[in-house]
């Protein structure tokens, strides 16, 4: 998706450089960057998927601990 | 958030503190006298008494931070509610894209959630996020202020992945509200709520410096598309964003450093933190005589850094006709005794021991510009954020006490 939005901001911009549509497109470009970046950022940290499950909801099946 | 106050004749009880929660109070008082009736059963002289509980005026303090990183996300806010205690994280059972923090202590909310205008509708009107118009300053008002107050509310979620409105997500009133995103002192009536506000200000080269980390792994950028859309941006943000400077309590100007002639890497910053002089609860940071003009290299005999080390500067200034002082920070901390040695030199931290500062800074290490003066001077602020709490409540609890006592 980033690579769409930046070839559209690139095509209306070489018409009008100063034109509104140039700067929202360029906008738009950002924001989805940054968005993006972020769920990177997320997906690094996010580590096993279970163990955040488990931490909610001790009692179920699949977070039972047994000790000896 | 209630104070209440036992009234007898003749004395009088405070009860002091503030409740939030239903609290049970069991007032015993003794009798002054009991005697014996005629046919020998005591009575008691009851005394009368009166309990008050005036729900005061909430203790929720509203902070500001204007920051053109989006929202939540930020570094700071990481920073900030750690200082606070406890991790903040998204609202479990929410909208997975809601953009709001929540923590023991602390909500942080993005303004973008007030966006009237969700993308389509921004491209429509042309107009960028950045644009005014774009944004609902009215619900903004009315949902802060309702939260200051201690009202819940009902805020809008504006998702960034799919660029729509939607629905909204209920917040509770915090002790600690904090306000994220590009205009949280635009509108005169939000500037008249916040109780402290920050302006992070990032200078083009560095930002330009960032952004290139940031995006040069995605497919489709370039150098060209990153400059492009950072010059695209410019007007907008000069216009609108910018002129928020002169309502900040603090602005933390990050530049590229002066140590290194001609370094374009953005690794090393000169970091600004300009505080406005005559802020109440707010009690400005100095280095060794305030008001005066120092320049600092610790690196010396004491201290060995390598390079390029760390200089310091403090003075007095001006600032958008604004009385400041600044203390700047320009190098990298390389080791703990750096650290240490250069706030143990610092006054007016507002921290409750010896070296709170780095062990904050060192339980987040690995964030970015934990060597730095963003990530040292993002923790300082954060405990006059605590300062300023703490005075704050102190004040709104003793004058109930001091009207009942009067």
């Known amino acids: 998706m980033i690579q769409k939005k930046i070839r559209e901001a690139e095509e209306v911009c070489s018409q009008d450089k100063t034109s509104d549509g140039c700067k929202v497109a360029w906008d738009e470009v950002e924001e989805i960057s940054a968005a993006k970046s972020h769920l990177r950022l997320q997906l690094m940290h996010s580590g096993d998927p279970l163990q955040s499950f488990c931490q909610e909801h001790p009692e179920t099946e699949e977070c039972r601990t047994y000790q000896d | ?406």
């Open chain 2, 1 to 406: 958030m209630a104070v209440c106050t036992v009234y007898t004749i003749p004395t009088t009880t405070h009860l002091g503190g503030s409740f939030n929660q239903n609290k049970q109070v069991f007032f015993n008082y003794k009798r002054s006298s009991s005697f014996p009736s005629s046919n020998n059963i005591l009575t008691s002289v009851s005394r009368p008494y009166v309990i008050t509980c005036s729900a005061g005026e909430s203790q929720t303090i509203v902070i500001g931070l204007a920051a053109d990183s989006g929202c939540g996300k930020s570094t700071f806010m990481r920073r900030l509610t750690s200082v606070f205690g406890g991790a903040a994280e998204p609202p479990k059972g929410g909208n997975p894209d809601s953009n709001t923090l929540i923590s023991d202590t602390t909500t942080v909310i993005c303004l973008d959630d007030f966006h009237s205008l969700d993308r389509t509708g921004r491209k429509e009107k042309g107009v960028t996020a950045l644009d005014p118009r774009a944004n609902d300053f009215d619900l903004m008002y009315e949902q802060v202020k309702a939260l200051k107050e201690g009202k819940p509310v009902d805020k809008p979620i504006y998702n960034h992945v799919s660029g729509l409105l939607d629905p909204p997500e209920l917040i509770q009133p915090p002790k600690i509200l904090v306000i994220e995103g590009l205009h949280p002192m635009y509108d005169a009536r939000v500037r008249e709520l916040l109780d402290f506000s920050i302006y992070l200000d990032i200078s083009n080269e560095v930002k330009f410096a960032w952004k290139i980390q940031r995006d040069m792994k995605e497919r489709g950028h370039s150098l060209e598309s990153i400059k492009a859309s950072i010059e695209a941006r410019k007007p907008d943000f000069d216009a609108y964003i910018d002129p928020q400077k002169q309502y900040a309590d603090v602005v933390i100007e990050v530049l590229p450093t002066q140590l290194i002639p001609d370094d374009d890497e953005g690794k090393v910053l000169r970091v600004k933190m300009i505080q406005k002089e005559g802020v109440k609860y707010f009690n400005p940071v100095y280095l060794f005589d305030e008001g005066s003009t120092i320049s600092w290299i610790p690196c010396g005999r004491k201290l060995t850094c390598s390079y390029p080390g760390i200089k310091f500067s403090y003075g007095p200034d001006t600032f958008y006709d604004n009385e400041v002082t600044v203390v700047e920070m320009d190098g990298q901390f390389d080791r703990l005794d750096e650290l240490i040695y250069v706030e143990s030199h610092l006054s007016n931290l507002s921290t409750k021991f010896y070296g709170e500062v780095t062990q904050q800074m060192l339980k987040h290490q690995d964030f970015p510009g934990s060597n730095n003066g963003t990530g040292f001077f993002q923790t300082i602020i954060g405990l006059k954020i605590r300062d300023l709490f703490e005075q704050i409540v102190a004040n709104r609890s003793a004058a109930p006490a001091a009207a009942a006592k009067a």
